[in-house]
Structures are given as C-alpha cells and as structure tokens.
C-alpha cells in the first residue's frame, strides 16, 4: 500500500487540480492528511457550516466542556512574563523546560515527552498514522468522536462498541470488535459521559491485542478525576500512546498546549514530515503557562474541589427533581430527559442564555452538561426549575 491511499478520492482530485502530480500523492499525504483533518473533520463542532457559534453570547456556557476560568495563577503570570521575549524562536528552552516538568510530575523519560498544541492534533495524527484501510479504529459509544472521524475519512474501517452498563469502556468487546485494528481509542474519563476505564481493563487490553496494534489512552479529563493516571503504560510498553490536554482543568483551550507519552519511535513516526518543527513548537506564552500550571499541585486540587462543589449542588437539584443522570467522574454530566429530545432541551436553555452541551446520537434523549462554575450552575438549575415544571 502507498500513503497516496491515506487520501480519498476526492482529496487527490483536489490536489490534482493544484497541479500535483500523481506521484507527489505518497509523499505529501501525511501531511496534507493532517491538515485536512485539522481543517474539516476534527474542527470543532461550533465551526461548522458556516452556522455561528451561540455560546460566546450565552450567559452562562457550560457546553463545551471547557473551564468556566481561564489559567492558574502562577501559569497567567508566566505566560505575561514571556511576552516580551517572544521575538525569539525560544528565550530560553522553553520546550526543554516543559518536559522537564512533565518528566517529573508523570516520571516518565524525557524522550518519551511531545509537546502539542492541545490534544486534537496528536489523536489525529495517532490515527493517520497507524490505522489506514486495512488496519482499523476500535473505539467506544458515545465517545469523543475525533478519532473515529478521522478514521472514517482516512476510509480506515470503524468499530464503535458500546459502552458497558457502567459506562466503561468494554475492553474485551472492543478487542473482540476488530481483533487485529491499527488503533484501540480509550478515552478516561470519558467524553461524554465523565465515567472511567478501570486502568486493569486497559492493562488486560494491552496483554492481549496483537503487537503491532496501537492502545491511546486519551486522559484530557483527568485531573478533574483525581484519580492514578496511565503515564507508566507508556513507558512499559512500546505500542501504548497516553494523551493530555492543558484545556480542561488547566483552562487553557484558547492556549492550545497538550503532550504525548510514548516510545520514542512513535513520535518519531508521528511526526515523520516535519521533524517536529511544524506541530512541536508552540507559542513561548502557551508553554510557559503549561510549565508552570502542571507543577502547582495545591491548586490543581483546589480547582478539582471547585468543580466537585458545583457539580455536586447542581445534582442534588437534579436528583431532588427526579431527573435521571447518569454517574460521572469529570467536569461533565448527561441528563436523561426521557421524554425530549436533548436538541430541543438545548434550545430551551439557550432561550434562558444558557448553552448547555449536545447529544450523541446513540442517546437521542440525553444532554451532556459541563460543570461550570457554582454561580453557573445555580444559574443553570434556575432555569431547569422554568424550563421542566
Ligand atoms: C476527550 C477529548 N480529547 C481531546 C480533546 C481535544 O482537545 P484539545 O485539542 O483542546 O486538547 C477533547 C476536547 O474536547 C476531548 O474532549
């Protein structure tokens, strides 16, 4: 197989008529893969259709799973800090001093560390790079669909298996699902249900899949969990890809920083076109708020408080209502409306300016809300109490 079948037809037709020439196809298809990607398939849902987006109006935005406050403070005051210095490429080793902070909160090895502009580029490129038609995507539903978009566009065969009735992720199912797939995706905590893979299930996984199969274990959610991570997979094990994201509880999504754990031949392989240059560096600003965000340990607790606070108040109104949610671990939660479509709940909401989350299609009928601030979340059940009497 050449790379130039990573590109759907019509892709190469639109490259062709750039004037590449047929054989220039193999050469430029990863890159030309990702950033396609990038520009359609992985866009995020509000940049769609040209439709404009209704949360930076909303009052109260408590769809997206983002913060409800932007970076910690020792972050915010790096990030200003290093204005001034961005005339050059790197100050100082900003990178250099990233993964130095990575190495020691998640010990791990140095070559082990990729810096991303968020998470989205790496789950991407994770799929470009090792599923393709004839080696597959195993992922979960409902889950965070990037990936199995992705693998969709790549005309890489998909397997979504549903979720356990604990919402984890269904491991042997999974395994069962395609025995031999290029990529196993386990997202813990799970976007959108907030709910974990016990990390047994995912060591059970690794034992068992073939080798040459990869396991990416997506953790953006984590430190909202609290919970023992899977940093310690990657460096075990040569086909295990952990990701993090500094746009959850970090809030940092406009920021745009992420990283990788693996083996270093994966990262090599990820970035085969470009040496790292083109996705690796990252604005100076955006790395020294992540340096100095991942280490501050008492207020990384202190924000997960936070949340646990909100999130705890908004379900005992929820509860107290009779209203069905499902258990979750993370910044986000899925109420069952039973009756409405979770489309029309929403557009209830957004008539109070409130932008709650959407639905998946596998549950036509259930919501996913993010857990913002306490004033945001008894905003949010003010309008719950007028919307369902
Ligand atoms: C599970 C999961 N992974 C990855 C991402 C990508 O986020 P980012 O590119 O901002 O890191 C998201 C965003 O919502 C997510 O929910």
Request: charged share 20%; glycine share 8%; proline share 7%.
């Amino acid at each position: 197989m050449t790379h130039s079948t990573y590109l759907n037809e019509e892709s190469q037709d639109d490259l062709m008529s750039r004037g590449f020439a047929r054989r220039d196809l193999a050469r430029i298809a990863a890159v030309f893969g990702v950033g396609a990607v990038a520009a359609s398939i992985g866009r995020p849902a509000w940049a769609s259709g040209g439709v404009p987006d209704p949360a930076p109006t909303a009052k109260v935005r408590i769809g997206a799973n983002e913060c409800w406050t932007g970076p910690l403070a020792p972050g915010a005051l790096a990030a200003t800090k290093m204005v001034s210095q961005g005339n050059r490429y790197s100050p100082q080793d900003q990178r250099g001093d990233f993964i130095k902070a990575v190495m020691a909160v998640e010990n791990v090895p140095y070559d082990h560390v990729a810096p991303w502009p968020g998470s989205s580029d790496p789950l991407c490129r994770s799929v470009i790079t090792f599923c393709s038609p004839t080696k597959g995507l195993v992922t979960a539903d409902p889950t965070f669909e990037l990936a199995g978009r992705t693998a969709a566009w790549l005309g890489a065969p998909v397997k979504a298996v549903p979720l356990t009735a604990d919402y984890t992720h269904d491991v042997k199912a999974m395994l069962a699902a395609n025995p031999d797939a290029g990529l196993y995706y386990i997202c813990t905590p799970n976007n959108p249900t907030g709910t974990i893979t016990p990390l047994a299930d995912i060591e059970w996984l690794i034992a068992n899949k073939p080798a040459g199969s990869m396991v990416l274990i997506d953790e953006a959610y984590t430190h909202f969990a609290g919970v023992p991570v899977a940093s310690y997979l990657a460096v075990k094990h040569d086909d295990v890809i952990v990701m993090r994201t500094f746009s959850k509880l970090f809030g940092m999504a406009g920021l745009r920083v992420g990283y990788i754990i693996t083996n270093p031949k994966n990262i090599a392989k990820m970035m085969r076109y470009d040496g790292g240059m083109q996705s690796g560096a990252l604005p100076v600003t955006s790395i020294a708020c992540a340096t100095a965000s991942l280490t501050a340990a008492p207020l990384i607790a202190a924000r997960r408080a936070q949340m646990q606070t909100a999130r705890g108040l908004t379900l005992d109104h929820l509860k107290a209502k009779g209203i069905d949610v499902k258990p979750t671990n993370a910044n986000m939660f899925m109420i069952d409306w039973k009756t409405k479509k979770a489309s029309e709940m929403q557009a209830a909401f957004r008539k109070e300016s409130i932008e709650i989350g959407r639905s998946w299609p596998i549950w036509p009928t259930v919501s996913r809300v993010t857990v913002g601030s306490s004033a945001e979340m008894k905003a949010f059940c003010t309008a719950l109490d007028k919307i369902v009497a």
